[in-house]
C-alpha cells in the first residue's frame, strides 16, 4: 500500500537526525521496550485485525468490542504484574508505560483493520503516514528537552493518540449505524480459532524473535550495542518492507485465482527475481559498510557497520521465502512457516539461556552472525516446503 511504503521512507529519513539527538544506550533501551510493548500489542487482541476486514458491517462492532476487552484485559494484567514485580524485587520499572504502548498499539491496529473493511484507503494512509510523522516529529523535539530515552518513549506513545480517539470516535457512534445481531464471545473465538491461533502464534514468534534478538545483544554487549543493532534493522528491513510487501500483494492477488500449474511458475520466477534482487540490495550494502565512516557526523555511534552484513544475510533470506510464503498461505499450508518463526525464537532463546547458565560469552555481533545463519537454514525449509507443496498441487 502507498501509505506504508510513505511510513517506511519518513522512517528512513528520519534516522540520520535521531541519531544526532540520541546516544546508542537511550535507542537500545527503547528499542528492547518498543519490541517488548509489539509482541504484547499485537497479540493481545488475537490477531482479529486479519479477520475484521473479511466481515459484514453489521458484525464488525461486535468483532471490535470483543478485541479491545482483550486489550484491556491485558494490559490491566501486565499492570499487575508490574505492581507485584516492582514492589517486590524494584525490577520492570517501564511496566506502566509498557501497559499503555499496549492499549495505544492494539488500537491503531484495530483502526487501520476498520478502515481497510470499509474501503476507506485515503483514510488508512493518512492514519498510517500521519502515526509516524507525529512519531518522528515529537521525539526529535522531546530529545531536546527530556533526558536520555525518555523522548523516544513519549514521542512514542503521544504519536498514538490522534489514533486511539478515532478508535473511541468509532466505538461512541457505531451502535447507531446498523443492527445487529449478539453472538457469545465465545463462539466468536471458537468460530474463528483455526485462523487466530495461527495467526497469534506466528506474530508472537515473529515479534519475539525480534525482541530476543536485541536482548541477546544487549546481554553479550550492553545496551549501546542494542542501539547499534536496533538503528541497523530498521533501516535495513526498509528494502524488506517496500519490495517484499509489495511482491507479497501482487503475488496474493494473482495466486488467488491461477490454477496450479501457474502459482508453481510464479513461485519459481518470483523466487528467482527475489533472489538476485536481494542478494544485490543487501550484498551493495554490506559492501558500502566496509568503506562506511561515521566518525566525523555521528562519533557515539561508531561500531554500527559492524551489524550491517550480518543484519543483511538475515533479511535477505526474508524477502527471498515471500513467494514461499504466499504460495503456502494460498493453499491453507501455515505449518512450515509457523515452525520458521517458532525455531527462530527458540533457537536465539537457547543460546542466550545457555549463555546465562554456563557462563560462557561471545561478541553480540558473533551473536547476530549466529542468529543470521540460522535464518539461512530454517528458511530453506520454508522454501522447500513450498515448491513441493506447490508441484504436488500441479501434477
Not at 510513505?6 to 537526525?17: D, K, T
Not at 557526523?297 to 526474508?318: D, H, Q, R
Request: aromatic letters at 14%; hydrophobic letters at 50%.
Amino acid at each position: 500500500m502507498k501509505g506504508g511504503a510513505a511510513a517506511a521512507l519518513i522512517n528512513a529519513i528520519s534516522y540520520p537526525f535521531l541519531i544526532l539527538v540520541y546516544s546508542p544506550s537511550s535507542f537500545g533501551i527503547y528499542s528492547l521496550f518498543l519490541y517488548a510493548s509489539m509482541v504484547l500489542g499485537a497479540t493481545s487482541f488475537l490477531r482479529f485485525d486479519m479477520i475484521i476486514p473479511t466481515l459484514a458491517e453489521r458484525d464488525v462492532f461486535q468483532y471490535i468490542k470483543l478485541c479491545f476487552s482483550l486489550i484491556i484485559l491485558v494490559a490491566i494484567s501486565v499492570i499487575s504484574i508490574w505492581i507485584i514485580v516492582f514492589q517486590l524485587w524494584g525490577l520492570w520499572d517501564n511496566g506502566l508505560y509498557t501497559s499503555i504502548a499496549i492499549i495505544f498499539y492494539g488500537t491503531h491496529l484495530l483502526l487501520l483493520s476498520i478502515l481497510v473493511q470499509e474501503n476507506n484507503m485515503s483514510m488508512y494512509n493518512k492514519v498510517l503516514v500521519g502515526q509516524v510523522m507525529a512519531c518522528v516529529l515529537l521525539q526529535l523535539i522531546f530529545g531536546l528537552l527530556l533526558p536520555d530515552w525518555t523522548g523516544l518513549l513519549i514521542g512514542y506513545l503521544m504519536s498514538f493518540c490522534p489514533s486511539f480517539l478515532l478508535f473511541l470516535h468509532y466505538l461512541l457512534k457505531s451502535p447507531r449505524k446498523v443492527d445487529r445481531i449478539e453472538t457469545p464471545y465465545w463462539r466468536i473465538l471458537s468460530k474463528h480459532r483455526k485462523t487466530w491461533m495461527p495467526n497469534s502464534v506466528q506474530t508472537f514468534a515473529n515479534t519475539g524473535s525480534l525482541y530476543v534478538l536485541a536482548h541477546g545483544v544487549a546481554h553479550f554487549g550492553g545496551v549501546s550495542e542494542a542501539g547499534l543493532f536496533s538503528i541497523c534493522q530498521r533501516i535495513l528491513t526498509i528494502p524488506v518492507r517496500i519490495v517484499g510487501n509489495s511482491v507479497k500483494q501482487v503475488l496474493l492477488k494473482y495466486l488467488s485465482v491461477s490454477d496450479g500449474r501457474t502459482r508453481y511458475y510464479y513461485l519459481k520466477k518470483y523466487t528467482f527475481i527475489l533472489t538476485i534482487l536481494s542478494l544485490s540490495i543487501f550484498g551493495t550494502l554490506s559492501i558500502l559498510a566496509s568503506w562506511l565512516s561515521i566518525e566525523s557526523m555521528y562519533p557515539n555511534w561508531v561500531g554500527f557497520e559492524k551489524y550491517v552484513a550480518p543484519v543483511s544475510i538475515w533479511l535477505a533470506v526474508t524477502m527471498i521465502y515471500v513467494p514461499s510464503v504466499s504460495i503456502l498461505n494460498t493453499y491453507g499450508s501455515t505449518a512450515p512457516h509457523m515452525f520458521y518463526e517458532i525455531s527462530s525464537v527458540a533457537t536465539k532463546g537457547l543460546i542466550v539461556l545457555a549463555s546465562v547458565y554456563y557462563g560462557f560469552n561471545m561478541p553480540s555481533v558473533s551473536f547476530v552472525y549466529l542468529s543470521s545463519m540460522l535464518a539461512v537454514v530454517l528458511s530453506l525449509f520454508i522454501i522447500l516446503s513450498a515448491f513441493k507443496v506447490a508441484k504436488n498441487e500441479n501434477s
